[in-house]
């Protein structure tokens, strides 16, 4: 008897059969259209990153109160304080970035936007504040802009792998999925052990119809998430249109 997948495969390419051409053209030139969870999960990798990034420890320049205020979500309290270090020392780049990040949790993305335009215009070469505007940018789902700064942050520090995931996840986006595949085929042989990467790239391969290169790819994703519909309907797409349907 088939297996699970290739029952969903089968599905998959029967469904594919009897779509029109114009629905597959848009599939694949717009490949977000079909990825409704994508962005909210991009959103929420975003979240987790920050967070991850700015524990106690990376608040230990700042008076007690500003750290505490911070910690404990009260933005408003916290802001003054950032504001401050800034006026007294525009050198103290960390609170750069936590008074914008107090404006972005606090609803004022365009304050942390413009503050941190601010802050390119002073050091262009800092590479983070490039990969924060991405962050502020991909909030508002402003889509090419954050595709701009991302690019120049992968470009004045490409050591910031993030920054470059996030330049080819774009660039997919849009439907510019030559420039993806080298962004993000790039990066994975420079990061060989991150899977999120090889799963971004797969998804550049799948929606370029370079079914074989993206198999191998995709198959590894759903072979660590059997159960995330999204990879299993991307690998069942992959398997179909390479021919590989075991019995």
């Not at 750290?67 to 609170?95: C, E, M, N, W």
């Not at 503050?115 to 504040?129: E, H, N, S, T």
Request: overall charge negative; aromatic content about 10%.
């Amino acid at each position: 008897s088939f297996r699970y997948k290739h029952f969903f495969v089968m599905g998959i390419g029967l469904l594919y059969s009897h779509a029109s051409s114009a629905d597959k053209e848009e599939n694949i030139v717009a490949p977000y259209i079909i990825e409704s969870n994508d962005f909210r999960i991009t959103q929420a990798s975003l979240s987790n990153s920050a967070s991850a990034t700015l524990d106690e420890a990376s608040l230990n320049e700042f008076n007690e109160e500003a750290k505490q205020a911070y910690l404990k979500g009260d933005y408003a309290r916290a802001i003054p304080h950032f504001q401050s270090v800034i006026a007294a020392d525009p050198t103290v780049l960390k609170a750069w970035e936590l008074l914008g990040r107090s404006y972005g949790k606090s609803g004022e993305r365009e304050k942390a936007i413009a503050l941190w335009k601010k802050l390119k215009i002073l050091r262009p070469d800092y590479a983070p504040v490039y990969a924060w505007l991405g962050e502020s940018y991909l909030a508002g789902n402003e889509q090419q802009q954050a595709l701009e700064v991302y690019a120049q942050c992968a470009k004045l520090d490409p050591s910031r792998h993030d920054a470059r995931l996030f330049q080819g996840k774009l660039l997919r986006w849009q439907g510019a999925l030559d420039e993806a595949i080298d962004v993000l085929g790039k990066l994975a042989e420079e990061a060989p052990t991150r899977s999120d990467v090889r799963l971004e790239l797969g998804r550049a391969y799948l929606a370029n119809r370079q079914y074989e290169e993206a198999k191998p790819l995709l198959e590894e994703a759903h072979d660590a998430a059997p159960d995330n519909p999204d990879l299993t309907m991307r690998d069942a797409m992959a398997l179909f249109h390479s021919g590989d349907v075991t019995v």
